[in-house]
């Protein structure tokens, strides 16, 4: 196959002072920042399905992008093509992992046999060129959510047929996942939610739902598949309302239903701040849960209401991420993945080269920032201090869960009136954070 990205070469690092747009300016792979390098700690990972599928039609035009290396068919041998295609930007890029879905990669047949053996036939490429190219899986997922069939949902629809088909979509995913040595697999459940409650029973869906991940898990020891399930949360769109809203309602979801040792969760910055929530809310939260696993990481537009799948260029964002990441000793399976689309006017493949390197080089300032406020320690003083009255006295036996109410009480008819407020000095600590940015 003649080459899909010619002209361009590997991205390589350049430095701050570069004007190279083809050319890094923060992300030096090798570079070492907090004990490790800068490429052991953001582990950046390109989505099949946007940098390889998505031609960037919109609900009011059809695709722009050009991509000369796809022949347009739906065929395994194009399919096969396409995977060499990304494979080449993979490295040229010098992204480390990628991920994908089933149906991303290979067409779907006719049946489900068909289905799988055209996967099968992809992946043994996808297999080839990973040990070709050093570029590893860094999750695999299944489509339940494009085709007709999943109209209700997968795993929460009202027909047990699509739940059948689901659960053997996943199986053979699963497979695919742990057939290319991937460290993860996720669920994103796009339709498993509703539209209008007149015609769902919640209680039921919510069941199945759960019913769903524990043959999952079976299914991942059955076959021996070592890597670390993730759930993405989503608040909305497709659906109108998803279960898997935001992290603190996976948390609790999964703690119900005896699933909290087997999942992480997978969060995405723009489905964060679709649940009302900012980007940094939910990672910290996760890692508060000791459940982040993973980021898909981009970037939504605040004036739009939907997911708009931006590469991430914001270094408050990137930070934040970061000192969360770093805060939980990094990453273990999981990494960065860009779960982004180019612009529909960005239609060059040059663009997707443009795209990647900016969201690199924005995480890369972000671990650089991130490394340093930690390094300096003063933010992390301050919130250690701002809770000191818990380390001694009543506040150390309130922690240790020895203090009843009758002892509270007892404490402050003595002392009449609490200990005086310390100024939480927030605009102090947004200056502090600007002087690093
Ligand atoms: C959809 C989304 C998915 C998941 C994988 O909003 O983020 O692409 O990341 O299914
Ligand atoms: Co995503």
């Known amino acids: 196959m003649a080459e ?28 070492k920042v907090a004990g490790k390098t800068m490429a052991e700690h953001l582990r950046f990972s390109v989505a099949y399905w946007h940098s390889f599928r998505n031609g960037c039609a919109d609900p009011f035009g059809g695709p722009t992008r050009r991509m000369p290396w796809d022949d ?78 999943y109209m209700h949902g997968a795993a ?25 040595g991937g460290e993860g697999y996720v669920f994103w459940g796009g339709r498993e939610g509703y539209k209008s409650l007149l015609n769902t029973d919640l209680r039921r869906e919510l069941a199945n739902m759960a019913r769903f991940l524990h043959m999952a898990v079976d299914y991942k020891r059955h076959i021996g598949f070592k890597g670390q399930f993730y759930i993405e949360p989503k608040p909305k769109e497709p659906t109108k309302h998803q279960y898997d809203f935001d992290v603190g309602n996976v948390h609790g979801f999964l703690r119900a239903n005896g699933l909290i040792e087997h999942f992480k969760v997978n969060v995405e910055a723009n489905h964060a701040t679709l649940a009302g929530h900012s980007f940094h809310h939910e990672v910290a939260l996760a890692a508060a849960l000791d459940i982040l696993g993973s980021i898909d990481a981009n970037r939504g537009d605040l004036l739009l209401g939907w997911d708009t799948d931006q590469f991430p260029t914001d270094l408050y964002d990137t930070t934040f991420a970061m000192l969360e990441i770093l805060g939980m000793g990094g990453f273990t399976t999981g990494g960065l993945n860009f779960d982004a689309h180019v612009a529909r006017e960005s239609f060059e493949p040059v663009d997707l080269f443009y795209a990647h390197i900016g969201g690199m080089d924005a995480f890369a300032r972000g671990l650089k920032i991130a490394a340093q406020i930690k390094k300096d320690g003063a933010m992390e003083r301050f919130i250690k201090e701002r809770y000191a009255s818990y380390d001694t006295g009543i506040g150390a036996r309130i922690e240790s869960g020895t203090a ?34």
């Open 4 to 31: 899909a990205f010619p002209g361009i070469g590997k991205i390589q690092y350049e430095g701050p002072k570069s004007k190279n747009q083809l050319a890094f300016k923060h992300y030096n792979p090798e570079q």
């Open 72 to 149: 347009g068919s739906d065929t395994v041998k194009n399919a096969q093509n396409r995977v060499k295609a990304a494979f080449e930007f993979f490295e040229k890029l010098g992204a480390g992992f990628y991920c994908f879905h089933d149906r991303d990669v290979a067409p779907e047949g006719a049946t489900l046999a068909e289905s799988n053996k055209n996967l099968d036939e992809v992946v043994k490429v996808m297999s080839d060129e990973q040990a070709r190219s050093g570029v590893k899986l860094l999750w695999g997922t299944a489509c339940l959510f494009a085709n007709p069939r």
């Open 156 to 180: 929460t629809s009202c027909n047990a047929d699509a739940f059948a088909y689901a659960g053997a979509q996943v199986a053979k995913a699963l497979e695919a996942t742990k057939a290319l």
């Open 404 to 437: 009843t109410f009758q002892d509270l009480s007892a404490y402050m008819l003595e002392k009449g009136e609490a200990a005086p407020n310390a100024s939480g000095r927030v605009e102090m600590l947004e200056n502090m954070l600007n002087e690093y940015i």
